[in-house]
C-alpha cells in the first residue's frame, strides 16, 4: 500500500488528509481511502508533509501555517487514530515544518520552512511526546553574536527573515542554509529555504533548496561537514535506500553512493531519471524482489508513477487531483 500526502491548504481541489492506494492493481489504481488519518475534530489537518513510520507510530508534518506541529498516530492499514501531538508548535523555531528524521540517539530532527532551521528533540521513552534539545554545541561554539532560534540544531544562513526572531548571521563556510525571500516590507515571506532532512552512517543529510545541494552535519555535535557535489536544481526530497541516497530537484531524480567516513565525507550525485511531465516530488519503494519505485509528480500534471528498481520503465499509477507532496510505501 501507498500512502501520500498532498500540497493541502484551502483552495477548492486541496487535499489535508492522507490517501492510501493499493499497488498490486496496475495502472489507474483508485485510493482504497481517502482519510487514512482519524481526527479528534475537522481542521486539524492542513499542508501535511513527511510520514515517518517508526517506534510502532506513524508520524506525520502537520505543515498549516496557522498550526504548526509533528502529530503521532497510532493503527494499521488504512486507519490511524491521533495519539498524541509529538512537536508542539510552541518553539520560535517550529513553523510550517517540512520534514523529520530519527537518528540512532534517541533524537527527532524537523526541518521548518519558514524559520529555515532544523531543529533538534529528545524522544520521550514512550515514542509519543518530545523535549526541546538544546542549540547545536557547534553553533554555540563559533562565538557569534545573537542568540538562535529554539533547539536549533542546522541554522539559516541569513540571520534576519520575515516574522522571525533575529538570529546570528553564518558564514559560507560554517553550514547555514541558504535561504530566498520575496516581497517587500509587510509581504516579505521566506520563498525557498531547507526541505527535507535524512540520516544514515553517522551523519544528518540535510536539502538545501535554494542552495542547490545536500548537505551533511555530525548528528551529536551539528558540526558542519560540507554539501554535495555539483549543482542540483532546487532539490526537495530525498531517500536513503540501502547504500544509495536518492534526491529529487526539479524534473530530475539524482542519486550519490553513502558516505562510508562520517569525518570526511562526500556526496556526488548522478542523475538517473528526468521527466517532461513536471517537477518531482517524493519518492518510495516497496519490498518486492526487486522492489518498484514509485514517484510522485508535484506539478503540470499532479500524478504518482510506479517504475522498476532503478527508476525506469515509468506506468502512471493513478492522477491527482492535488499536488502529490511525499509518499510512503506501507506493507499491508
Known amino acids: 500500500m501507498l500512502v501520500v ?7 477548492k481541489n486541496s487535499i489535508n488528509n492522507i490517501y492510501a492506494y493499493t499497488t498490486g492493481s496496475g495502472p489507474q489504481t483508485v485510493a482504497s481511502s481517502t482519510s487514512v488519518l482519524n481526527m479528534l475534530y475537522p481542521g486539524q489537518l492542513s499542508e501535511l508533509r513527511a510520514m515517518v513510520l517508526a517506534n510502532d507510530f506513524l508520524y506525520v508534518a502537520n505543515g498549516s501555517k496557522k498550526t504548526s506541529n509533528i502529530l503521532c498516530f497510532q493503527g494499521s492499514g488504512t486507519s490511524y487514530n491521533l495519539v498524541s501531538t509529538f512537536v508542539c508548535g510552541n518553539l520560535n523555531s517550529v513553523n510550517h515544518p517540512f520534514s523529520l528524521v530519527f537518528d540512532d540517539a534517541g533524537h527527532c530532527f524537523v526541518s521548518n520552512q519558514d524559520t529555515n532551521v ?3 528533540f529528545n524522544v520521550g521513552s514512550s515514542g509519543e511526546t518530545t523535549t526541546p534539545g538544546p542549540v547545536a554545541s557547534y553553533l554555540t561554539g563559533l562565538g557569534l553574536t545573537g542568540t538562535f532560534l529554539d533547539a536549533t540544531f542546522v541554522a539559516s544562513k541569513s540571520g534576519t527573515l520575515p516574522n522571525v526572531p533575529p538570529t546570528p548571521t553564518l558564514k559560507k563556510s560554517q553550514g ?3 535561504v530566498t525571500i520575496t ?9 525557498n529555504s531547507v526541505r527535507d532532512v535524512g540520516f544514515a552512517n553517522g551523519l544528518l543529510f540535510v536539502v538545501d533548496e535554494p542552495g542547490g545541494c545536500v548537505r551533511m552535519y555530525d548528528p ?5 561537514h560540507g554539501k554535495s557535489t555539483g549543482a542540483l536544481k532546487s532539490p526537495t526530497h530525498l531517500l536513503i535506500q540501502g547504500t544509495t541516497l536518492y534526491v529529487t530537484a526539479g524534473s530530475e531524480i ?3 553512493a553513502l558516505p562510508t567516513d562520517p569525518s570526511n565525507p562526500t556526496l556526488a550525485f548522478t542523475s538517473i531519471f528526468s521527466t ?3 517537477d518531482v516530488a517524493g519518492l518510495a519503494f516497496d519490498q518486492a524482489t526487486p522492489p518498484n519505485s514509485y514517484i510522485a509528480i508535484r506539478t503540470s500534471n499532479p500524478q504518482i508513477l510506479i517504475c522498476d528498481s532503478q527508476l525506469q520503465n515509468p506506468v502512471q499509477l493513478t492522477t491527482c487531483t492535488d499536488s502529490p507532496e511525499f509518499v510512503l510505501y506501507v506493507p499491508e
Open 5 to 11: 500526502t498532498f500540497h493541502g491548504g484551502s483552495s
Open 276 to 278: 517532461t511531465l513536471g
Open 176 to 178: 547555514g542554509l541558504d
Open 183 to 191: 516581497g517587500k516590507g509587510t509581504d516579505e515571506k521566506v520563498q
Open 254 to 256: 539524482w542519486t550519490a
Open 118 to 120: 532544523v531543529a533538534v
Open 220 to 224: 551529536s555535535t551539528g558540526e558542519y
